[in-house]
């Protein structure tokens, strides 16, 4: 049992270029969920599902997209990168009947946008 | 909007001192409360979590408390240890998608 799994662990981009960081569970949880974290502040959410095929936004979503084809997997892709988005990225899932909606994280992404 | 507030942002204390860090938030309509520790350049552990209809949570020397009346909640470390310092999270999960509001932590030192 893996838990929640990133990828990659670290990314530098250039403004304009896209990517997808990845995000995987398998301990079949419904919900799945980014947020970024940046200096001096707390997590901040970016967009979340509540079960495949379902997304909707969070606090911080522009300039991110995100779908859910299938229960494991939740990609956050950027489009176009700006240095704005340079931050740390953690991708968390929980189930609502698993000690009441308790969330799991993973070992985040760290993006440099330059 | 939630907001969360966590005082002091930093701490620093000797080893073997008892102490408590603080997390206030603006809406009483939560669903639950996590506490998290999240070490320099890694990912986020969960430590507590209290239901909306707790008071509060024991694991260990660690005990977290909730008071919903009053918008706060409070995490007690007892005999604190070098290998406690850390950033303390507390994050409040509400919403049909049980999204978590986020403080912005407390960076504990404690010295030996």
């Known amino acids: 049992n893996a838990g929640v799994t990133q990828t990659p662990k670290f990314q530098v981009l250039k403004t304009g270029q896209s990517m997808t960081l990845q995000c995987a569970q398998d301990m079949n949880h419904e919900y799945m969920s980014w947020y970024r974290q940046d200096p001096g502040m707390g997590l901040r959410l970016i967009h979340y599902s509540v079960g495949a095929g379902i997304t909707d936004q969070g606090e911080v979503p522009n300039g991110y997209n995100v779908s859910r084809s299938t229960t494991e997997d939740f990609p956050l892709r950027l489009l176009s990168a700006a240095p704005s988005q340079t931050s740390v990225y953690f991708c968390a899932s929980s189930y609502p009947g698993t000690r009441n909606n308790e969330q799991f994280f993973g070992p985040g992404t760290r993006l440099t946008v330059l | 909007k939630q907001e969360v507030t966590q005082i002091p942002a930093a701490l620093s204390v000797p080893e073997g001192e008892n102490l408590v860090l603080n997390c206030s938030f603006t809406d009483s309509a939560i669903y639950n409360l996590q506490w998290f520790r999240q070490d320099p350049g890694k990912g986020l552990t969960s430590l507590l979590l209290?239901?909306?209809?707790?008071r509060e949570q024991t694991s260990g020397r660690l005990n977290a408390s909730l008071d919903k009346s009053s918008g706060r909640s409070t995490l007690y470390i007892a005999a604190s240890q070098p290998g406690d310092s850390a950033t303390y999270l507390c994050a409040f999960c509400s919403g049909s998608a049980r999204q978590l509001t986020f403080g912005s932590g407390t960076q504990l030192t404690v010295l030996p």
């Open positions: 209290i239901q909306s209809s707790q």
